[in-house]
């Protein structure tokens, strides 16, 4: 398993990143962070939908997104919040689509991140067929996907990959190892040593990295990116990490695992392990930290005030999104509302 | 002008688009080497070459989702399944994702793609290759569903489906496949998605049917109008969205109305087209309504296929019914 940064901040081999790209880097897991505690909290309050927290996993999300270009396209999931906003999704409609409201779904104009899938694992292809497009038409634009381990057992991560390696397409697939889908355990999803060892059944080079090392997920993921705009065709890469928190909201992790292992994982936290990168270094200074801390809890705090204060949806705006031009029947059963 | 069957209007209506439109893109199983299994695509990918017309992988969620993705990213892909019965694993592609994009994504992406599906029995094939179920297309919001019955049916429609901003389910009665020729203009040309075709028209009685079916229930109305009844004849041609108004006018106007088709009675098609009838046009019904379909039994084998499909003896009794007083 490749990893740059270990956990206590020291540096294995060499850093093929600036000081300021960590700092960039750090800056947006804290951002992400604070997106990831206002959800819960505002799920609490019954503010937002079910939840699904990805505390734990920032680094493989910001570390991937910051590795494609603007107008990459991006595939993922309900757990992926930091990797589509990193991508370019605003944090506004993110929260919008949490508590409930279709034009969350909508990125802005230029920013290829599809909407989440909420279902597990049939997104994947979705990433291949994109990047075929772009492929046939020369554009240089790639795709990525994520998903996590337990997507790993879906048909649909064999026709996704398979169809990759056999076309070639330009399609990196990053599985977020978080070691459970809801409460079974990554031991039993798989008799595979490694989730990455599976590419080699499909002819694609897989590569085991650090989830919790932003560093190792950006140079393995731009590396993966780098070939396939090249021409050299898709990359499986497995991002080790975990789900400090519960699968989502309405779950209890206690009924399936001992907070030890939590605990020891939160030793192995992202941003903690920067943080002490940075100090073994001599750059930390806890009032810039404060600094990004704070500007993060505004962005997202008005992110929020936004996404609330879009107006109430009306009832024809759901007809009128199924199709191009609405239908007769859909026309029909609108006109048998009350507030057309 | 040409006289084609409706695989060769198929054919001819593939090689339009292609010809016409760098976006489309053909994706299937054996549909390059081969030209597919029903010879659909003959031809097509020694004249396009393999950048337009694509062997795939035995995969058809796969297939789907890749068209789907290509659709999204600006292609117009068309991808042919081998047998309805072989679509079903793309079936949680086409109602989770494909249907789905537009408003998930509040108009921002949408998927412009067709997935042709071959459907129907009546060719004595091995089981699974005579399904009809497609009911179960119709009922998915956000895709449109269209059946030709005719070759230049087909060709029109195919081209519609293939220029239509939203994903089109497009099935093709195998059965009809090479039955009856008829003159289909070589030049592009479209058939409108949406509105019912009058075939034949009447006024004692409408028949309403579509696919493969229309072979069964024009020859009963043939009948029915030796015996001097006259009758309507609607193909309905397109399952979603319905043209809810073409059929209430009429039977507004005949009074009486018999639907007909092959898929299974309980949750097939006609019980909508029953249930618009009653909801829009009860008031001038001179009899109920009847549906002429398969059992609720598995599509049978080879022996037993003349047990299943209805018969025109069976469309003309029920004509008949509904004019008894």
Same mark, same amino acid.
């Given at each position: 398993m490749r990893t740059l940064i270990s956990p206590d901040g020291t540096v294995n081999d060499r850093l093929p990143l600036t000081l300021g790209q960590m700092k960039d880097l750090y800056a947006d897991m804290v951002e992400a962070r604070a997106y990831d505690r206002k959800s819960i909290a505002m799920q609490k309050q019954g503010r937002l939908a079910t939840y699904a927290p990805f505390e734990g996993q920032e680094a493989a999300q910001i570390g991937a997104a910051a $590795?494609?270009?603007?107008d990459d396209w991006v595939a993922g999931t309900y757990r992926d919040a930091a990797l589509m906003w990193r991508a370019g999704y605003s944090w506004r409609n993110l929260v919008a689509g949490r508590t +409930?409201?279709?034009? +969350?779904g909508h990125p802005p104009e230029g920013v290829n991140v599809l909407p989440p899938s909420i279902t597990v694992g049939g997104h994947m292809i979705h990433a291949v067929g994109l990047s075929w497009a772009e492929m046939l038409n020369r554009t240089g634009r790639i795709a990525l996907t994520s998903f996590g381990d +337990? $997507?790993?057992?879906? +048909?649909d991560f064999h026709e996704a990959m398979n169809i990759a390696a056999v076309f070639q397409t330009p399609t990196v697939f990053l599985c977020q190892n978080n070691g459970f889908a809801i409460s079974y355990p990554r031991s039993e999803q798989t008799r595979s040593e490694t989730i990455a060892g599976k590419a080699a059944a499909y002819g694609m080079p897989g590569v085991e990295v650090d989830g919790n090392d932003v560093a190792a997920v950006f140079v393995t993921v731009t590396e993966a990116v780098d070939r396939a705009r090249a021409g050299g065709g898709p990359t499986l890469i497995e991002a080790v990490t975990y789900r400090i928190g519960p699968h989502t909201t309405s779950d209890d992790p206690g009924r399936y695992r001992t907070e030890d292992k939590t605990e020891e994982w939160r030793r192995r936290d992202p941003l903690l392990r920067v943080q002490n990168l940075f100090e073994s270094a001599g750059e930390w200074s806890p009032e810039w930290s404060e600094e990004i801390e704070r500007r993060s809890v505004e962005r997202i705090e008005e992110a929020v005030t936004e996404a609330e204060a879009l107006p109430q949806p009306t009832r024809s705006e759901m007809f009128h999104r199924m199709y191009a031009e609405i239908t007769d029947p859909l026309l029909n059963q609108l006109g048998e509302g009350s507030d057309g | 002008m040409a006289e084609m069957n409706l695989a060769q209007a198929l054919n001819d209506g593939l090689d339009a688009a292609l010809g016409s439109d760098d976006r489309v893109v053909l994706l299937g199983e054996d549909i390059g080497r081969t030209g597919g299994v029903f010879r659909i695509t003959d031809g097509l990918l020694e004249k396009y070459g393999p950048d337009r017309v694509y062997d795939t992988p035995v995969a058809e969620s796969g297939i789907v989702g890749a068209a789907f993705g290509m659709a999204i990213a600006g292609m117009r892909p068309v991808v042919e399944m081998q047998f309805m019965g072989f679509s079903y694993p793309a079936y949680d592609q086409v109602i989770n994702h494909v249907a789905r994009i537009r408003n998930r994504s509040n108009g921002r992406f949408t998927a412009p793609m067709v997935i042709r599906i071959p459907f129907g029995g009546? %060719?004595?094939?091995? *089981?699974?290759? /005579? *399904? /009809? @179920? *497609?009911a179960i297309y119709a009922h998915i919001p956000g895709v449109k569903v269209v059946v030709p019955s005719s070759p230049y049916d087909a060709k029109g429609l195919l081209l519609s489906a293939i220029e239509d901003p939203d994903p089109v389910v497009f099935l093709e009665p195998i059965r009809s496949y090479r039955a009856v020729k008829e003159d289909v203009p070589e030049i592009y040309f479209t058939v409108d998605i949406g509105p019912v075709r009058i075939e034949r028209d009447g006024t004692d009685v409408t028949l309403i049917s579509w696919g493969a079916m229309m072979k069964e229930t024009r020859a009963a109305a043939t009948g029915l109008e030796d015996d001097g009844i006259s009758v309507e004849v609607i193909d @309905?041609?397109?399952? /979603?969205? @319905?043209d809810s108004g073409g059929i209430v006018r009429s039977v507004e106007k005949t009074g009486r109305a018999v639907v007909v088709h092959e898929a299974p009675r309980t949750g097939g098609f006609g019980g909508e087209l029953a249930a618009v009838i009653q909801e829009r046009a009860l008031y001038s019904l001179l009899a109920p309504v009847q549906r002429v379909t398969g059992p609720?039994? %598995?599509?049978? @084998?080879k022996r037993s296929e003349s047990h299943y499909l209805p018969s025109v003896e069976k469309i003309t009794a029920a004509a008949r019914k509904t004019l008894e007083d």
């Open positions: $590795a494609l270009n603007p +409930g409201d279709e034009r +969350g +337990g $997507a790993t057992s879906e +048909g | 009546g %060719i004595g094939a091995a *089981e699974h290759h /005579s *399904e /009809s @179920l *497609e @309905l041609h397109t399952l /979603s969205p @319905l609720d039994t %598995i599509f049978p @084998l």
